[in-house]
């Protein structure tokens, strides 16, 4: 046992569709059955497996085992460094937090009795017992702040951390010679109160990070994925996509998507080349055509010779413009940075203020130095800096309850501000997949034989039938005997007839997908497919416009098939567009002082994606494309877009109603701490009470989105 | 002033205690899955017994 427990090895499975908590338990029950499985545990927050197995266990056995139980699971690749870096960053955090909550208790209860009345020996021994408990606290609790105070005052910058560092180093200090000289006042209590607030804001700007993050992760299909290979001797085996190599021979089934570039060794099919040029007709491949990663092998299984693997492919050029667009959007400076630009001078210039003027007075440098540290504690920026991550954290959990998974609290802030939209049209616009256009046409025995046989099949067309048709209230009708050729289409037996669906016996004058049903040979039924719109499409269109957006649409695809899609909406629409094309005319407005909101799926809508000024991907977007976007939406409706502007304008404004309140309570405290009245029990009341009501504020965003 | 010297080290003991109760159950990952935490409990346990 202990031998065999040796040799497990551990995957991880991203698994978008955990609900509830049936399928945990259909999960954990089901996987372990398969005898190449000894434990699977399900994460649910982060929407993932984990499972040892027998290092036997290849890939695509796994992920059949997930299917067996009815789940579409992702290998998530060997890059647990990246992945896991943020969660053990927020879990430092929450470590912080944990240690200045436990010192800012136990010295509450000693403050308590200084403040009530203890003096003499009694006060000495609680400052002392305070102090002790205070600088273990404040070296390991504060470490974050200095660490990126002294950052920014290296390159001559100031952020929100430099006056907390100062304000924390000399209400220490100060504290620890009152201590020692025995005088009435030791400020242990601020400061540790101070760094324990500032974590909770920190705590929560990253948990919210880590959470989109795993349900990032969760949606990527494209690490770990492969292709089968077939060898010289015509043997195959799976091979991981970083594995591929120029040269191999990969066999390429009906509705799978490519690993590589190449040239089609055998057979020929049609492509679906949506996600990589935006064009919605699938074309038409035959021997010695070149074909590109990303792609979707609709029809018929193909071979293809890998000419390019890995970094190599189209996407890598693709990539490269990614990368010079995101830098633009990195110069973006956060809410709460630009306040301390201003916030922090402002602090230090008062702090110094108060010292020289009691200098002035006559109050002695003791004294006044006491006063200077009151302001700097009274004015250091406890609330402001929970108000931006309250607010955003909650209304990022907001909005995943309606389906957008926002990547981070500047992806909140810029939203708010986007006043021009622009929008892809397929797979954005559209749903991205074929639906049945004619099936009206059909009587109830024709519906239920084409589900009969659709489902028996995984060819893309078919697969919109299975999910359209039990939908539509039909119930398959028994069939017989029933098998798939590929290339073809699938056959059964009926009444002791012979069905088919298939390719249609005349093809098709236009480009557009279709299949057949077929009786006894005579065809009964052609089933027409086309990329419908996205059911609230117009109603999230004519939103976007209330809510004064600009919409308009940015299409890779041919100018005829846009227009239909352009007309239904009332949009004005640009066709034909390159990904650098996109880019451009991003920027044109950009130039023009507009911000843009770029909504896209495609690879080629990723350098657009990450140019834009915020930019939101629908959850059946390419890996490229919802690694770029700010924000993620799933399921098929549009709106959830509408909603997140909304909910983004909505915390906005809630920021500014937090700066409001930071303010009027500095505006208040401030003076009082000038005329030496802030003594710490003061300090504490203010800051406590002020952080309540800010994240008091913050939770009226629970109820945004509806 | 007698009773303060036991009583405020048994203050502390019992805050560290806790303190490092909570840093123990973060690093055996009990926070890891909070929102899967609040569904297991709905998961039926006859069939681990059946495995």
């Known amino acids: 046992m202990t031998e065999a427990a040796a040799l497990l090895v551990e995957r991880n499975f991203a698994v978008p569709d955990i609900r509830c908590a049936g399928c945990i338990a259909k999960l954990e029950q089901g996987l372990v059955r398969d005898r190449r499985i000894a434990a699977a545990r399900v994460n649910f927050t982060e929407k993932r497996v984990h499972i040892s197995c027998t290092p036997d266990a290849e890939t695509p056995e796994l992920i059949s085992a997930f299917s067996l139980l009815g789940f579409e699971a992702h290998p998530i690749g060997d890059g647990p460094a990246e992945v896991d870096g943020g969660a053990s960053d927020s879990r430092a955090l929450l470590r912080a937090v944990a240690v200045a909550g436990f010192a800012m208790m136990n010295i509450m209860l000693l403050s308590v009795s200084v403040w009530s009345g203890a003096s003499g020996a009694t006060r000495d021994l609680f400052h002392w017992l305070s102090a002790a408990i205070a600088l273990p606290t404040v070296a390991y609790a504060g470490r974050s702040f200095f660490r990126s105070a002294w950052r920014a005052v290296r390159h001559g910058r100031t952020n929100m951390d430099v006056p907390i560092s100062i304000g924390v180093l000399i209400a ?3 504290s620890l010679y009152e201590t020692a000289t025995h005088g009435p006042h030791a400020y242990f209590d601020g400061v540790v109160m101070l760094l324990f607030f500032l974590l909770c804001g920190r705590w929560l700007d990253s948990v919210m990070r880590d959470r989109a993050r795993g349900g990032v992760t969760a949606l990527l299909r494209n690490m770990g994925t492969g292709a089968m290979v077939v060898g010289a001797d015509e043997t195959s085996r799976w091979v991981d996509a970083t594995a591929l ?17 190449g040239v089609i060794a055998g057979g020929a099919s ?21 074909v590109h990663a990303g792609t979707l092998n ?20 693709i990539a490269r413009l990614m990368g010079e667009a995101a830098q633009g959007k990195s110069r973006y400076v956060r809410i709460a940075d630009r306040a301390a630009r201003y916030y922090a001078p402002a602090v230090h210039t008062l702090a110094l203020l108060a010292f020289a003027g009691w200098m002035i007075a006559g109050a002695g ?15 250091c920026p406890c609330a402001l800096g929970l108000a931006v991550p309250a607010a955003q954290i909650v209304a990022a959990g907001t909005l995943m309850r309606v389906g ?16 021009r939209a622009m929008i892809d049209k397929t797979g954005t616009l559209t749903l991205g997949r074929p639906v049945a256009t004619n099936l009206d046409e059909a009587d109830a025995t024709v519906r239920a034989l084409l589900l009969a046989l659709a489902r028996a099949s995984r060819h893309p067309l078919s697969e919109a039938l299975t999910r359209d048709l039990p939908a539509a209230g039909v119930t398959p009708l028994p069939v017989e005997a029933i098998r798939e050729t590929p290339g073809f289409g699938v056959e059964a037996e009926w009444e002791g007839r012979r069905v088919t ?34 059911p609230d499409a117009a109603d999230t269109i004519a939103a976007l416009r209330q809510a004064d957006v600009v919409p308009s649409i940015l299409s890779g695809d041919r100018a005829a098939a ?11 629409a640009q066709t034909g567009m390159s990904p650098q094309d996109k880019l451009a005319a991003i920027a044109r407005q950009a130039a023009a002082g507009h911000k843009v909101l770029m909504i896209g799926d495609g690879l080629n809508d990723g350098p657009a994606l990450a140019a834009g000024h915020a930019s939101i991907a629908p959850g059946s977007a390419s890996d490229a494309g919802k690694n770029a976007a700010d924000c993620i939406f799933l399921g098929d409706r549009l709106m959830p877009v509408v909603q997140a502007i909304r909910v983004a304008r909505r915390t906005q404004a809630i920021v500014r109603q937090n700066f409001a309140l930071a303010i009027g309570y500095n505006v208040i405290a401030v003076p009082l701490a000038f005329m030496g009245y802030v003594t710490p029990l003061v300090a504490a009341i203010a800051m406590s009470g002020s952080s309540l009501i800010v994240v008091g504020n913050a939770l009226r965003l629970k109820g945004a989105a509806r | 002033m007698n009773g303060l010297l036991v009583l405020i080290p048994v203050a502390l003991g019992l805050g560290l205690i806790g303190l490092a109760a909570f840093l123990w159950s973060l690093r055996g990952g009990q926070f890891d899955d909070l929102d899967g935490a609040a569904l297991r409990i709905f998961v039926g346990d006859e069939e681990e017994d059946a495995r």
């Open chain 1, 172 to 174: 220490t200090a100060l």
């Open chain 1, 245 to 261: 190599q120029p040269g191999m021979v990969m066999l390429v089934a009906a509705g799978e998507r490519l690993s590589a570039d």
């Open chain 1, 501 to 534: 669906l298939g390719r249609p016996a005349q093809p098709t004058a236009d480009s557009a997908l279709a299949t057949q049903l077929a009786i006894d040979g005579a065809p009964a039924m052609t089933v027409r497919f086309a990329d419908a719109l996205r």
């Open chain 1, 404 to 419: 957008v998974l926002v990547k981070d609290g500047s992806a909140l802030e810029r939203l708010a501000e986007a006043d």
């Open chain 1, 562 to 572: 846009v227009a239909p899609v352009a007309r239904a909406l009332g949009l004005t």
């Open chain 1, 365 to 379: 440098w003791h004294h006044s130095l006491l006063i200077a540290v009151a302001v700097l504690i009274i004015t």
């Open chain 1, 270 to 290: 049609r492509i679906d080349l949506s996600l990589l040029t935006g064009e919605s007709a699938p074309q038409a491949v035959g021997l010695g055509d070149p």
């Open chain 1, 298 to 317: 609709i029809e018929a299984p193909i071979r293809v010779r890998v000419i390019a693997a890995g970094a190599d492919t189209a996407i890598a050029d």
